[in-house]
């Protein structure tokens, strides 16, 4: 049909009515502030898709309002670390806690929030605003409900960070019990049955047992205690606590050809709180999950008499600190005592190795603060590289806090030496390997169950990462004079991969034997 030229420039014109014009186009409708939480499931799946893609998922990337959201699907306290004006240095000083120039900043960080939180909440006390107490780090511990809170600190040249304490994905509801985490945590510290002499273990001169990893062929052990048994060194594991029940690391921790050493029970996990105020009954250094108590035995089991599991440095000094419930970080208070213990290592001039094989998916900058406190006073920093749950088997790389380049992360390695053990992450961030898998039975290395002398089992990086901390007593207590640097200089060179570093596995297994003089590489 034809249209004639009179309606072709009336059907123009009204079309052109209808078109937006240039400067409509440049501005475009303004978004609402979301005035809701985004739920677990949608946390869950933004963080799971960022771990797929690069790793352990970094709060400071993500959006206030991200930030927010998992305030409000946990308990609402968040860290926030300060800093003074004009400082851009990584590092801290050893005197943020106490210097005016930080305690300024930290007054006028904790104002700004008191004052964003009053617009909404004009009763709230600054009382009620502390979760938790610092004295040394520069970061306030806040309990923070407003989403206008999180972008004034955002925006504020004096802020560092502002992340959540408590979320992590998959987090358990209230009445689920923690043991389901994982296969290698809680409620697994129990005497193993079933367990073969020549197989699963050597009998010793005075009858105590060594387990199948501590043979020769792997990393040089038995061999090794010919030069070395960690004597004078002290090994401080962060973890779930340590057994009362467990004599070997009580009454016990001296006896056979274990003499002259210490042991100290610590607690820095603090109580649970609400507004601010601790509430139930005081923590104790006592192992509730059974997963510290295995990795001191296998850290540091003494050689008795008794036949129990002996130690990979059976005379080295040892401190176990219950900083936190269980194996998965993902507590508020878990991340306030694992943050307090690395600060108590780092004050101890008598500690030279930090152990923990504990670990979370989601970044946690008060906990960089704390390892890189620990760091800068010279202590050699072991961390697992994960243990797979049943939603992160395969695919998860190294987790958080082992992928900081202050910690030395480390995995486990079957016994047919080229194959991480089942459970096992690995990843570029990797630096050690230790065997803690038979290929032909499974077996995970022997260490002390939660009481008696018949020893439990237990595997994962977990206790790759604790029996590397006993090894590293080993060297250094041989050359007791070296420093951090020397001695990993040495764990490098008796490795199996020192002249090439592997993707997966690091550096590989250290040859203890070698780095002591006692074998050949």
Known sequence: ???????????????????????????????????????????????????????????NKASAHTVWSALAQSDYVLSVGYRPAGFTDSELPADAATAPAWQAARAEVLNLILTEERKAHPELTMEQLIAYQENVLPVLDVTVRELSTIKALRGNPLVRYAEPMGYEPNRPAANKAKASLSSSGCGNNTATADLTAGIDY?????????????????????????????????????????????????????????????????????????????????????????????????????????????GMAYNANLITVRAAEDVFIDASREVKGIADAYVLAGNRADVRIISMSMGRLTSSSQLADAIRYAYGRGKLIFCAAGTSFDWTAGWVGVIYPASLPEAVAVTGLKSDLSTRCDECHIGADVEFSVVMQQSSNDRRPLTLAMSGDVPSTVGGSSVATSSMAGLTALVWARYPTETRAQIMGRLVAASSNRTARNSSFGWGRVNVGAALGTLPL
Not at 219 to 238: D, E, M, P, Y
Not at 244 to 272: K, M, W, Y
């Open 1 to 59: 049909m034809r249209i004639s030229t009179y309606s072709a420039a009336l059907l123009a014109l009204l079309l052109a009515g209808c078109q937006p014009q240039a400067d409509e186009q440049l501005t475009p409708l303004p978004k609402a502030d979301p005035t809701a939480a985004l739920s677990t499931q949608q946390l869950d799946a933004q963080i799971m898709e960022r771990v797929r893609s690069s790793g352990p998922f970094d709060w």
């Open 202 to 310: 050597a009998v010793l001169s005075n009858g105590s047992k060594s387990s199948w990893n501590q043979a020769d062929q792997y990393h040089g052990v038995r061999a090794g205690w010919n030069q070395s048994t960690g004597q004078g060194i002290k090994i401080l594991i962060i973890d779930s606590g340590c057994s009362d029940a467990q004599e070997n690391l009580g009454t016990a921790f001296n006896q056979g050809q274990s003499t002259g050493r210490s042991i100290e029970r610590l607690v820095t996990l603090p109580r649970n709180s609400f507004l601010g105020i601790p509430y139930g009954s005081a923590e104790t250094p006592n192992d509730g999950c059974g997963h510290g108590t295995s990795m001191a035995g296998a850290a540091a089991g003494p050689r008795g008499t008794d036949g129990a599991a002996v």
